[in-house]
């Protein structure tokens, strides 16, 4: 049994449901009497709405109701909220325009939702939503984000003078300007981070109903922390009180963050059913989720990073503007501030640090957390500093980082963050090892040979993970706390079940969570139940995002485990009549240490629900629950090295070589980590290649379908070579750092430095397309 516990490579138990097709999505729900939405969505990036006439809608086949904005307004429910308060360096408050999830009076960006229709059929629904007349006045629209900013721009929301929602500060402005005044060497750079959409393999979904006769609403959402869209739909906006709202996330196909929020049709699925008297169903379609899914990244920074004469980094100033679409989504605010700028130090010993950061409403999609939420964007401006800051100095990449890496822990940043453990140089001599990194230029001279161009380039990330503790991330503007909780309940028959507020949506929960029950208790992994996703079921949890699971999320069921623990002993010193201290548990049973008395771990499960013979004053039953705030975040840290071939005659660029050594501390399934991180890659050799959303001038999205958004596809990524080394994290009980934002973190910058440097530029824009590189060989604007 043992080779089923902590560290043990262990097929995922979740897979066989998923790769037999049983696994139950909320598009799989039935409820008797359900009928379908579909949603009119404006246009338009900008525009009055002036009329809107639902007669000859309402008249069609199958039609149950047509639902507006004012209805919504005048039943009380509330406008969308960003649960993080940012304040501006003049202390003012950040600046939330208006949020209503039907628009009623103005649109901001083409896929608005204005008005919902309920009918029979999804196909009714849908061509009742084409019957719906809506008059429209057009207003001028801004999609670039620092041309919002411009006098001439149009203003999208009355509270946001200049379409400005914050200007934020973090670090020591005069120091930093000192150490650039005052450099042997300063590196320059404009560096854009591409607009994305997450695109998970699932779309999203909402299935509202409400049953009158118990004055009870359930919605089933494809959700990463239900219980979170339970307490804003209840105490924000109004939707049902929390008492009465079940929230229901099933299998979840991916999330990649772009689930974490309550979007507006969550509540409208619910309202609606209230409002129609029958449970209302809405999936997207693959271009509603291009146009309404919150996306990721887009940001404009300009970059001076200063060194002495001996190649030591002194100084790092950075301005950016951050693009955060038509609205503020839920933790849309501190993505670009508190996940962003207090990484910027990276890797790196840098005693003086500045970020500014505006943040602008634009008439696009929201933007918010998408895998790695800031920590990429604050990777790839760091990175591509470092990687050009070396060619200016006429030094070795790796070794201008090896000079400047921090080593010796813990670690105080400029910039708020305390690394608590790390050994940067280990993951660089192992990436370079893997990649033969000195063999490099032959491997150059043979594909010049061939005609072809040949590059490498490298990245070093660090990223802060866990999303805590509570009172920290409170005292920077956090509207809820980011704690964990965990219930270990041991049944009679020795079964158990865990459950536990992190959701799984791919991540492996229901084998790894099983594996530390194994670890501590021996008993098969087949006989531990992981229960999650239901707030009717599980106690109140933080959900899943930002690589929390295993740091916090598991850590909350180690805690519920030693207590289980704890009782379970002093259960079986009775029955064995044996000092408690002397009790040992091992392969499944609780043993007297040094003798051959022992019980069997079903048989103290047995005992502890007869209570026919418990310890005097022992209550029966065996459950325990705990809650989880850590001490800290945790800093996973990696090295990554990307080799390319280039056609100069089409610009068509290959990956041949992907290397990625990472320090994710204790491991709990190496094949799980293995997965997440050639995931993560996946996803950040797309943005850096081929993913980018487009809008054009009066905000129409054109990549709203993969006809013209590029997903990364097999055959566009080599075989990945990967490895860990191991610092165990000091402030959480199994030293787990988290490994599911990595990938995509550290794999951007790569790629783009090793085009770079095979073509001989200082800079590309991502993604680097066929036609970009084409036209960056031959000096050419694309």
Not at 66 to 90: F, P, Q, R, Y
Not at 212 to 220: N, R
Not at 533 to 549: N, P
Not at 653 to 664: G, L, N, P, R, S
């Amino acid at each position: 049994m043992g080779i089923e516990g902590v560290g043990a490579r262990v097929a995922r138990k979740e897979d066989k449901r998923f790769i037999t097709g049983a696994g139950r999505y909320v598009d799989d729900m039935v409820v008797p009497g359900m009928k379908h939405a579909a949603f009119v969505r404006s246009p338009h990036a900008h525009a009055e709405i002036k009329k809107i006439d639902v007669k000859k809608a309402q008249a069609m086949p199958g039609v149950i109701g047509v639902l507006t904005g004012k209805e919504l307004k005048a039943d009380g429910i509330g406008n969308l909220i960003c649960g993080w308060m940012i304040h501006s360096k003049d202390g003012s408050p950040m600046k939330m325009g208006a949020w209503s999830p039907l628009a009623f009076d103005r649109v901001r960006y083409v896929g608005d939702a204005v008005v919902v229709v309920v009918a029979e059929t999804k196909g009714q629904a849908r061509d009742a939503a084409e019957a719906v007349d809506i008059t429209y006045e057009e207003l001028k629209a801004v999609v670039d984000a620092p041309k919002a900013l411009e006098r001439s721009a149009p203003q999208i929301h009355p509270e946001a003078d200049g379409n400005l929602i914050f200007d934020w500060e973090l670090g020591d402005s005069a120091a930093t300007n000192a150490a650039i005044k005052a450099a042997a060497h300063i590196t320059r750079m404009k560096i854009v981070n591409n607009r994305l959409v997450p695109n998970a393999m699932e779309p999203r979904a909402a299935l509202g109903h409400y049953d009158k006769a118990e004055d009870h609403y359930t919605c089933w959402t494809t959700s990463q922390n239900p219980h979170l869209a339970r307490l804003v739909m209840s105490a924000f906006y109004n939707v049902a009180p929390e008492n009465k709202l079940r929230v229901i996330a099933p299998d979840v196909g991916g999330g990649f963050g772009s689930k974490i929020y309550i979007y507006p049709e969550e509540i409208i699925c619910l309202w609606a059913s209230k409002k129609t008297g029958v449970p209302v169903k809405w999936v997207a379609d693959r271009t509603e989720s291009f146009l309404t899914d919150a996306h990721g990244r887009d940001h404009v920074s300009t970059v001076e990073m200063a060194f002495d004469k001996d190649n030591k980094i002194t100084g790092l100033k950075v301005d950016t503007i951050a693009n955060l679409g038509a609205y503020m989504s839920l933790f849309s605010s501190c993505v670009p501030t508190y996940l962003y700028a207090t990484l910027l130090s990276g890797q790196y010993d840098i005693p003086a640090i500045h970020a500014n950061v505006r943040a602008v409403y634009t008439n696009t999609a929201p933007v918010d957390a998408y895998r790695g939420a800031g920590r990429p964007e604050a990777t790839y401006l760091l990175e591509r500093t470092m990687e050009t800051a070396a060619r200016e100095l006429g030094v070795s990449p790796a070794e201008l980082r090896r000079k400047n890496f921090i080593t010796a822990f813990p670690h105080q940043t400029p910039v708020i963050m305390n690394y608590d453990a790390g050994d940067y140089a280990a993951s660089l001599d192992a990436a370079m090892a893997a990649a033969d990194y000195a063999g490099f230029a032959q491997r150059k001279a043979d594909a010049a040979n061939r005609g072809k161009l040949r590059g490498i380039g490298m990245s070093c990330y660090v990223e802060a993970c866990g999303l805590a503790p509570s009172a920290a991330v409170g005292s920077l503007g956090a509207g809820v706390g980011l704690w964990e909780s965990a219930e270990v309940r041991v049944n009679a028959a020795g079964t158990i079940e865990v459950l536990t507020g992190s959701h799984s949506h791919g991540q492996g929960h229901e084998t790894t969570f099983a594996q530390l029950v194994n670890q501590r208790f021996g008993v098969p992994i087949d006989s531990v139940s992981i229960v999650h996703g239901d707030t009717d079921k599980v106690q109140m949890g933080m959900g899943t995002y930002g690589s929390r699971s295993g740091a916090v999320g598991m850590s909350a069921v180690v805690k519920a485990l030693d207590k289980v623990e704890a009782k379970a002993k002093k259960i079986a010193a009775h029955l064995l009549e044996a000092d408690e201290g002397d009790i040992v548990i091992e392969n499944g049973a609780l043993k007297v240490a040094g003798t051959d008395k022992q019980v069997p771990w079903f048989q103290m499960a047995l005992a502890a629900y007869t209570a026919h013979n418990l310890p005097g004053g022992m209550e029966p039953g065996l459950k325990e629950t705990s809650f989880y705030d850590p001490s800290n975040f945790t800093f996973p840290a990696g090295c990554y090295v990307c080799e390319v071939e280039i056609d100069p005659e089409t610009g068509v660029t290959e990956v041949v070589q992907f290397v990625a050594a990472d320090d994710f501390g204790n491991i709990i399934n190496p094949m799980i980590v293995e997965g997440q991180v050639h995931g993560g890659v996946a996803q950040g050799i797309g943005q850096a290649l081929l993913e980018g959303t487009r809008y054009d001038a009066s905000g129409q999205l054109l990549t709203a379908s993969y006809m013209d958004y590029a997903m990364p596809r097999a055959d566009d990524l080599p075989s990945f070579k990967v490895s860990t080394s191991n610092t165990p994290c000091p402030g959480n009980p199994l030293g787990i750092k988290g490994c599911g934002e990595a990938g995509a973190i550290g794999s951007p910058p790569a790629v783009i430095n090793a085009i770079t440097d095979a073509i001989g530029i200082t800079d590309i824009a991502m993604p680097a397309s066929p036609s970009t590189v084409w036209a960056a060989i031959r000096g050419t604007k694309h």
